[in-house]
């Protein structure tokens, strides 16, 4: 039996977890802010180039283009976003899941990965897929620059015929306590749906042809940037739920220990009490 020494002491061990956790959850809530901001205001560019791809596929009606190239699917490539630290619940968990999902029915020297976030690359680094490249740095670092490098190479893969289509796999950001695990196919892109209200009138310079070829690039870079920025926030907001949990918890074991060490020590003072009286009693 625990002596309230010895509860005494992993009162204090609970205490300094509790401690940590509090730091942590304050620290995930102010990235979250910053990231669920950067997710929101990548939202309206997002939303203006499809706007802008729907206006122009009305115009422009069949057009060949390499990325819109459709062909029998027999080997795939997944660019695949995983978190950059731990201590975020099941968020990574759950999005590797979703990936092997997709890729585990399939041959394995078929699939191609192109991995962001630390904990993606070392989920799969000992799976038997081949890694074309990775990416860790934090996904608050992540600019568009860099997503466009990494866009340019699976274009690559795509328009040279080493992949026949392209995956996204990312946690689709809602609220701090929901994040869901999404699959996107990226290439061949499909063509962009026409809006609603029936064909528009517009004029274009350049060609509506040539606008779109030279956007469709670009659009693929708008889709992956902003899967890259709803993830950070996704992951930002998992951590801090989870180091809500864990401080929640932390502060209801510290209890439970308060009560059985008071029960301990109360138990002890009554043994010396006893003690003391049983000598007393002897002694007459």
């Known amino acids: 039996m625990a002596t309230a020494k010895d509860i005494r002491r992993r009162i204090r061990t609970v205490k300094n977890i509790e401690k940590i956790t509090s730091a942590m959850k304050m620290v995930a809530a102010a990235r979250l802010k910053k990231a669920q901001a950067r997710a929101e205001s990548a939202r309206p560019y997002s939303a203006k180039m499809q706007q802008v791809m729907q206006n122009l596929s009305l115009s422009v009606g069949n057009i060949s283009h390499p990325l819109l190239e459709t062909r029998e699917e027999r080997n795939a490539a997944f660019v695949i976003i995983g978190a950059d630290r731990g201590l975020a619940g099941s968020y990574n968990h759950n999005v590797m899941e979703e990936a092997l999902r997709e890729i585990s029915a399939r041959d394995a020297e078929t699939v191609k990965l192109i991995l962001l976030g630390k904990k993606a690359v070392g989920f799969f680094k000992r799976r038997p897929y081949e890694v074309m490249s990775t990416l860790e740095a934090a996904g608050s670092e992540v600019g568009f620059g860099t997503i466009r490098s990494l866009t340019a190479q699976a274009r690559a893969m795509f328009e040279s015929g080493q992949v026949d289509a392209v995956y ?100 002890a003072i009554t043994k010396e009490i006893t003690e003391i009286v049983g000598g007393a009693e002897a002694l007459r």
């Open 168 to 267: 996204l796999v990312y946690a689709r950001f809602i609220s701090a306590m929901r994040q869901i695990p999404t699959v996107v196919k990226l290439l061949p892109m499909s063509k962009p749906d026409a809006a609603e209200g029936g064909p528009v009138e517009f004029e274009f310079e350049p060609k509506a042809e040539a606008l779109l070829a030279n956007l469709l690039p670009r659009y693929l870079d708008t889709l992956i940037y902003q899967a890259v920025v709803e993830a950070n926030a996704s992951e930002q907001g998992a951590r801090m739920t989870a180091m809500s949990a864990a401080t929640k918890n932390a502060g209801e074991m510290i209890d439970d220990l308060t009560l059985v060490y008071n029960k301990a020590r109360q138990a």
